[in-house]
């Protein structure tokens, strides 16, 4: 990386040049699983944001003392560690959506989002670009999830953050939820829509 | 100090899983009030939706001790015994022989006066385990409310069965069919049962799911039978 000093870049590629979903497609799996409402991909989205910028300072600090041979057993110390510290946050501050985020939560650690960029920025980065680049992917990561789940609870349950915003009388003329988008695959439709459009807006990230 | 080296390596990864072994254990026994606080309250709630009350989070705790007159334990005997109804762990007992089981009751007391008896249950769906609450009559017969729970059954497939338009169809269902105990069953929609008990519909699509629900039933309030006989008496 040419760049790796400029803190901007650092902080506002992976937005959209350098999506971690929709580029760099990391961190599907958890994409698929939680965004079928929107708030659980909003308390997901910022539990990633969090424990991304923390282990990728506490890696940066720690990346000149690591043997080498050990770095990746290292690094899921700290991720798992992290992880199961706002897991337990959660249990005991918002209990409904632990709930609701289950096993996803654990699921963190295995979010290649992390290892890629703990391996790829954190390791040969000070601590300041790595924490805005963790704040970074983490951000892009759940601008993607929000979206998705924004559509996905929107017409496959009409509400949004539990609230009903398709009216009654959209109903009552014969409009009818949409039980697919509930399910995993529309989960993959949306991101695939997401990244046609994104494609389209930047041409020259189109493959050849 | 050669940071290749085994030595460094190996006092590096003691080093580490040391502290970050104190920082879990720290947040957990900080946290842990907290989250058993929330674990109870949510447990309150289940138990509440099985009488048809279903409080906002911040009254869940008042309406609680307001509706749950007193809760105990009785055995496959159907005599009471010593015990905390509340702290019993129904997924443990659930795996028990029948006779060795300690059995749950809440009995609670709603608006119009009457009785309702609170059984809990818990079983297995498709892809995790599956709970509820049972709530009958003082009859001992007659399913007042129930509620069902999953872990991670498929949405809009076998995760229906928390929604009220599952459980609601189990309400005026007997358990005691002239004399004979058996409990609601849950068939294909459409179908009936081999035997005589009441039943009600499956969820289509939620085929596994449905059945556990109705091995849940049979497994778990099949012990309360002495009770319950005791009950309708």
Redesign the interface.
């Known amino acids: 990386m040419a760049e790796k000093t400029n803190n901007k870049t650092v902080f506002f590629n992976p937005f959209s040049k350098d999506n971690p979903v929709v580029v760099q497609i990391l961190g599907i799996c958890s994409v698929l699983a939680v965004t079928a409402k929107l708030e659980p991909a909003m308390v997901m989205g910022l539990s990633v944001i969090a424990v991304l910028a923390f282990s990728n300072v506490i890696i940066s600090l720690l990346r000149s003392t690591i043997p080498v041979n050990i770095r990746i057993i290292v690094q899921l110390v700290v991720v798992a560690g992290l992880v199961v510290i706002v897991s337990q946050l959660l249990q005991a501050y918002a209990y409904d959506v632990s709930k609701q985020l289950s096993v996803f939560i654990g699921l963190i650690i295995t979010n290649c989002i992390l290892m890629g960029r703990l391996e790829a920025f954190a390791m040969g980065n000070r601590p300041w670009p790595s924490f805005l680049d963790g704040v970074g992917n983490g951000i892009g990561y759940t601008i993607i999830l929000v979206i998705v789940g924004f559509f996905r609870e929107l017409l496959g349950s009409g509400t949004l953050l539990g609230y009903q915003v398709v009216p009654d009388c959209l109903y009552e003329a014969g409009y009818e939820n949409n039980g697919l988008m509930i399910l995993p695959p529309m989960a993959l439709i949306v991101v695939a829509c997401i990244i046609w459009v994104q494609r389209s807006v930047n041409k020259n990230m189109q493959e050849k | 100090m050669n940071?290749?080296g085994n030595v460094?390596?190996i006092i590096?990864?003691i080093v580490?899983?040391v502290v970050?072994g104190t920082?879990?254990a720290f947040?957990?026994i900080s946290?842990r009030s907290?989250?058993q606080a929330?674990?109870d309250?949510?447990k309150m709630r289940q138990i509440l939706a099985s009488v048809r009350l279903t409080p906002a989070?911040d009254e869940i705790i008042s309406t609680y001790d307001a509706v749950v007159e007193r809760s105990f334990v009785v055995d496959s005997q159907g005599d009471e015994e010593n015990g905390d109804a509340f702290g019993i762990n129904v997924a443990e007992q659930s795996k028990l022989p029948e006779a060795e089981r300690k059995l749950p009751v809440f009995e609670c007391k709603v608006a119009d006066g009457s009785l309702k008896y609170v059984l809990p249950v818990y079983g297995a769906g498709l892809w995790g385990p599956i709970w509820g609450y049972v709530a009958l009559d003082a009859d001992g017969s007659t399913v007042y409310g129930a509620y069902f729970a999953h872990?991670?059954e498929?949405?809009?497939l076998g995760a229906e069965i928390e929604k009220p338009a599952f459980s609601s169809q189990f309400e005026g269902k007997h358990l005691f069919k002239n004399g004979e105990f058996l409990p609601v069953a849950v068939v294909k929609a459409g179908q009936k049962p081999l035997g005589d008990e009441d039943y009600v519909d499956g969820i289509s699509g939620g085929t596994i799911t449905s059945k556990g629900v109705s091995s849940m039933l049979a497994n778990c309030l099949a012990p309360y039978e002495a009770y319950l006989s005791k009950l309708s008496k």
Do not use: E, F, H
Request: no cysteine.
């Open positions: 940071k290749q460094y390596t590096y990864i580490l899983v970050v920082a879990l947040t957990s946290l907290r989250q929330n674990a309250a949510d989070s872990q991670g498929t949405p809009g």
